[in-house]
Every structure is written in structure tokens, then in C-alpha cells.
């Protein structure tokens, strides 16, 4: 039976029905999210690698800055923040 978690993505309530154990850049893409940050240019970025190596999934998860997204897996009650 799918488990179902909540949790919050920039002030937001996301639900998600969540069939395994799913990353947090997962449900930030399933949330409809195309990027989560910008570039010193402005430019909008996103999740490359998915893999912990290009760092261009950071946010803040609970309060705690600069996480990978990819590396994380997400549970209830989360709260997460992105740049944009
Ligand atoms: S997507 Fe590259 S570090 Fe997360």
C-alpha cells in the first residue's frame, strides 16, 4: 500500500504519495518546481546530476542551509526553502 507524506516547500503544502523512499529534488520536481535556485547571473538553475556532485539542488531543509536536495530523502513534515 502507497504511503503518503506532507510537507511544506516554500510556504506551500505538498502532498505526496510516495511508493518508495523518494529524494527531496524528487518531490521538489514532482511538486512542480523547475528550478530552485539562480546563478550570480540570475539565471535559473536546477537539479543537474542527481547525484551529490554538481550542487545545483541546494536548499535549506529545516532550517539547515546548503543541503543537496538529491542526497536527502524526504519525510513528513518537512520544511524545505528554496531561493526562488
Ligand atoms: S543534483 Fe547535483 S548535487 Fe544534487
Given at each position: 500500500m502507497a504511503k503518503s507524506i506532507s510537507l511544506r516547500v516554500n510556504g506551500r503544502t505538498v502532498r505526496i504519495v510516495q511508493p518508495g523512499h523518494l529524494t527531496v529534488a524528487a518531490v521538489l520536481a514532482r511538486s512542480g518546481l523547475d528550478h530552485l535556485h539562480r546563478s550570480v547571473e540570475l539565471a535559473p538553475r536546477a537539479p543537474v546530476c542527481?547525484?551529490?556532485?554538481?550542487?545545483?539542488?541546494?536548499v535549506t531543509i529545516d532550517g539547515r542551509p546548503y543541503q543537496r536536495a538529491c542526497q536527502v530523502l524526504a519525510t513528513h513534515g518537512m520544511e524545505i526553502e528554496s531561493d526562488v
Open positions: 542527481g547525484m551529490g556532485s554538481c550542487f545545483e539542488c541546494r
